[in-house]
């Protein structure tokens, strides 16, 4: 974009500083050979049922609006999932399919928050929520959350950051970019806080399926006094594989329900009709295909911890998603020119952590979503590249 052009935005525009990003890809096209562990996309194929149920749906004509909050037989099903695995009650008018979770993201924002109203968001974290409440006008205050506590949010940092204009907090658990779980009492600690201080709280929960170790996500609207004041967030992509299907879901209560609607409305309409019919398919069809996802990405996830072991770098215990978010301070460099160096010399694609908003430059997110085969020969050619610094 030319400076003339880009100085007629509106205010409400913020762009941010992506160089390092932009330099990667740029160094990327012009390699061979380049393992990438760095975008949220799993590489696993969504399941055959879904799929088929997607092409029988074309076939049979799934190709136009369809209810503005979804089909209602599929907001059924979502209220039996969220009652069968969550332990949540929403009714079907409670329930909204939308394109994608990033999209009631967005719808929630919009609905909510008003201008110069303040909404507490984890840092490192998922950085299209800051977009979200800076297009809302709002300001996304950041809580750090550390190696120390495994990622996790916590509700003392959260009281530290409250002020008389705080309207909203944000928790992502498990989170990208660390794989944190936050645990059941730091999630009933919160819930006080927001109980308290009469806060809006959004639950994203899109890789809840997606835990190891007997890590619990505890869905926070099951807790006394917070349906009421829950945005739950959820959605298809990351636990069936379904990222460019686009369908997505919230539930909240009444009091939020029909605000949030009109803007998802405004915005999509609807989400794509094929999509729903293959979400339908993903939740009443077999649940082992999630399963042997998870045990592929916890096989990965076991085998870049015990190599990162190997190569004296730390790291937060990933107990959910599929990242590993690792602490490269050691080999000298900031995790910025470590991902550049890592890229020019190894040939792999590492992000580092100030893309997801992170408070320093000494991590970086390495994404699980290779073949063990591909993801041994990244670390491979890791560990030449960090015993070089290291020994340097």
């Not at 096209?29 to 088929?52: C, F």
Request: net charge negative; proline share 6%.
């Amino acid at each position: 974009m030319d400076i003339p052009m880009q100085n007629k935005l509106a205010d409400r525009i913020k762009l941010r500083e992506e160089s390092v990003r932009t330099r990667m890809l740029n160094i990327a096209g012009k390699l061979d050979d380049v393992i990438a562990l760095g975008r949220g996309d799993p590489d696993l194929p969504t399941p055959a049922h879904i799929v088929e149920a997607g092409q029988r749906a074309l076939a049979n004509g799934a190709t136009h609006y369809t209810h503005p909050m979804g089909m209602p037989i599929l907001r059924e099903a979502i209220g039996e999932t969220l009652a069968d695995v969550d332990g949540l009650n929403y009714a079907i008018d409670e329930i909204v399919v939308t394109t994608g979770a990033q999209e009631a993201v967005f719808a929630a924002m919009l609905a909510c928050v008003n201008p110069g109203d303040e909404v507490i968001v984890p840092a490192p974290g998922y950085t299209s929520y800051d977009q979200a409440i800076e297009l809302a006008g709002g300001v996304p205050v950041p809580v750090a959350t550390y190696e120390a506590d495994d990622f996790a949010l916590t509700a003392a940092a959260v009281a530290a950051k409250l002020s008389p204009r705080t309207k909203m907090l944000c928790l992502l658990n498990p989170s990208n970019p660390t794989g944190a779980v936050t645990p059941p009492s730091e999630v009933e600690a919160l819930a006080a806080l927001a109980v308290e201080h009469d806060l809006i709280v959004i639950s994203d929960e899109i890789y809840a399926r997606l835990v190891y170790d007997g890590a619990e996500v505890l869905p926070v609207a099951r807790l006394p006094g917070m349906k009421e004041r829950t945005i739950t967030i959820n959605g298809f992509s990351k636990a069936y594989a379904m990222t460019g299907w686009r369908v997505g879901y919230f539930a909240t209560s009444p009091g939020l329900v029909k605000a949030l609607t009109e803007v998802h409305h405004g915005l999509t309409i609807c989400a794509p009709a094929v999509s729903q019919h293959a979400a339908l398919a993903a939740l009443q069809g077999p649940q082992d295909c999630v399963a042997a996802m998870r045990e592929i990405y916890d096989q990965r996830r076991k085998v870049m911890c015990r190599a990162l072991d190997e190569m004296g770098l730390s790291y937060g215990k990933p107990a959910g998603a599929f990242y590993v978010y690792a602490n490269v301070s050691k080999t000298g460099l900031p995790a910025s020119e470590f991902c550049v160096r890592l890229l020019e010399d190894a040939q792999v694609m590492i992000f580092p952590g100030s893309l997801f908003g992170d408070h320093n430059d000494n991590f970086i997110r390495i994404s699980l979503l290779q073949p063990v085969e591909r993801l041994e020969q990244a670390i491979q050619r890791m560990a030449k590249t960090v015993t070089a610094l290291v020994g340097s």
